[in-house]
């Protein structure tokens, strides 16, 4: 099972938590259209410092 690291405790929870169940904190929830959105601007930043 995937897993992903609380920012709040560091700990590692299942990738599909909401909420960790060590210290209470709340994954944000991003549509996907904004988590791709992200990465495209991260690549074009990268491309426009680089040329």
């Given at each position: 099972m995937k897993?992903?690291?609380c920012p709040?405790?560091?700990m590692e929870v299942d990738a599909d938590s909401d909420i960790c169940p060590i210290?209470?904190?709340e994954f944000p929830s991003q549509p996907l259209s904004i988590q791709i959105?992200?990465?495209v601007m991260a690549i074009l930043l990268l491309l426009w410092?680089?040329?």
């Open positions: 897993k992903k690291e709040g405790c560091a210290c209470g904190y959105m992200a990465w410092l680089v040329f």
